[in-house]
């Protein structure tokens, strides 16, 4: 790992340390969904009075 940015740093100075965009999984919940479980998770945390996970 140490090799490819030197290498890359020979090749393209700083701005080959640069690290790229790497493309992921899609998501599989809308961002409205992704909110929506956010609320409802820390709604319910609250209600329970939980102090830590025990996942």
Partial sequence: MVKEWVK???EKGIDGLIEKPRFSR?????TDQLEN???????D?????ATHSTA
């Fill in 45 to 49: 945390v609250v209600s329970l009075k």
């Fill in 37 to 43: 479980l956010k609320r409802l998770l820390k709604h």
């Fill in 8 to 10: 890359r740093f020979d």
């Fill in 26 to 30: 899609r998501r599989v919940l809308s």
